[in-house]
């Protein structure tokens, strides 16, 4: 299931709680370059240090997949094979093996959270239809008698009614439309009147 793959690689990207363990991974890579190299223990443990406080924010499995990375010469950010890696260049070979995974857990996360609808049954449905019938009916009872004007000559005649009642309430009260909206209306009827004569 997909809750098992999440919990799996929310596993895989949690910090590291020993140090030790990237202690061991990194003396294993460290191993191959410093063959031949008259080292002592003491210099290679703080070298071995460095390595793990570079590495100790990041998840084990991560860090030994750069590892594998690195002993192969097959590294997902550019590295010259000649020199061990640093601290640095370690980090970040072990950062860019991460984003496929967290990539992979953004998807999953989405498709967990995501909100799931249930297809609404033939009871539901007919409740819906039922309301949205009374509503239709309540809609036409409210103003039987208002009619809607069909064709250009009632819209006409209906948009000339309504500026004369605009028009004549203005003039009563001193109060009505934006004056804006009533002079484009005159300015509407002038130019039918207009353009009849």
Request: hydrophobic content about 40%; glycine content about 6%; charged content about 30%.
């Given at each position: ?23 061991t ?26 390595y ?8 084990l ?5 750069a ?16 020199f ?7 980090a ?35 409740q ?8 239709l ?18 819209i ?25 909206r009533?002079?484009?209306r ?8 207009g353009?009849?004569?």
């Amino acid at each position: 299931m997909l809750s098992d793959v999440a919990e799996r690689l929310n596993a895989e990207l949690t910090a590291v709680s020993n140090p030790r363990h990237v202690d061991t991974v990194v003396t294993r890579v460290l191993l191959g370059f410093e063959q031949g190299r008259g080292r002592g223990d003491d210099e290679n443990d703080w070298l071995v240090a460095e390595y793990v406080s570079a590495l100790k924010a990041l998840p084990l499995a991560a860090i030994h997949a750069a590892a594998e990375r690195f002993r192969s010469g097959e590294t997902l950010r550019p590295w010259s094979k000649r020199f061990r890696p640093s601290p640095a260049e370690f980090a970040d070979e072990a950062r860019e093996g991460l984003i496929p995974l967290r990539t992979q857990l953004l998807h999953i996360r989405r498709v967990l959270d995501a909100e799931v609808y249930d297809v609404p049954t033939a009871e539901q449905r007919a409740q819906v239809a039922k309301a949205a019938e009374a509503h239709l009916r309540r809609m036409r009872q409210t103003d039987p008698a208002r009619h809607r004007p069909e064709t250009s000559a009632e819209i006409a005649r209906a948009q000339r009614a309504k500026l004369d009642e605009d028009l004549a309430r203005l003039r009563a009260t001193g109060h009505g439309p934006d004056i804006g909206r009533l002079m484009a209306r005159l300015d509407q009827r002038q130019g039918l009147a207009g353009g009849a004569s």
